[in-house]
């Protein structure tokens, strides 16, 4: 369960991923340890090896309410940030974190995409 592929490309590394579903409230610390694990390893290569990080893929969160299909209803929207893999991903994003969500950067306010099922690219700064 959950899939990694690291490439290096000299230049960055690319991570593409498939991360855990949760499918029970029994999955949640397997889903957030698989998180956590790729979280460690991206601060690795980005704080001690001064790498360019790339991660793409299924990371099976939404960064926002936007990004879920049922983000427009009010219950979801309030309660977000309460689920531990939400608030793990805002923290791990920027502003917050080191990772950008490219495709938010691009269409920051683009209603539809619902991006936890779709490729998520996020790129990590040096």
């Known amino acids: 369960e959950g899939r990694c592929l690291d490439l290096d490309f000299g230049l960055f590394v690319l991570i593409n991923l498939y991360c855990p579903?949760?499918?029970?409230?029994?999955?949640?610390?397997?889903?957030?340890?698989?998180?956590?694990?790729?979280?460690?390893?991206?601060?690795?290569?980005?704080?001690?090896?001064k790498r360019e990080v790339i991660v793409l893929?299924?990371?099976?969160?939404?960064?926002?309410?936007?990004?879920?299909?049922?983000?427009?209803?009010?219950s979801l929207a309030t309660a977000f940030y309460d689920h531990p893999a939400s608030a793990?991903?805002?923290?791990?994003?920027?502003?917050?974190?080191?990772?950008?969500?490219?495709?938010r950067t691009f269409w920051p306010d683009r209603e539809g995409m619902y991006t936890c099922a779709s490729l998520l690219?996020?790129?990590g700064l040096c």
Not at 26 to 43: A, I, S
Request: include cysteine; charge should be negative.
């Open 21 to 49: 579903h949760e499918t029970s409230d029994t999955r949640l610390p397997f889903k957030m340890n698989y998180h956590f694990l790729l979280q460690e390893r991206v601060r690795r290569l980005m704080e001690d090896e």
């Open 57 to 74: 893929g299924d990371i099976n969160v939404c960064a926002s309410p936007i990004d879920h299909c049922d983000g427009h209803l009010p």
């Open 88 to 103: 793990w991903f805002d923290r791990w994003l920027a502003p917050k974190g080191p990772m950008i969500d490219v495709v």
């Open 121 to 123: 690219f996020l790129h």
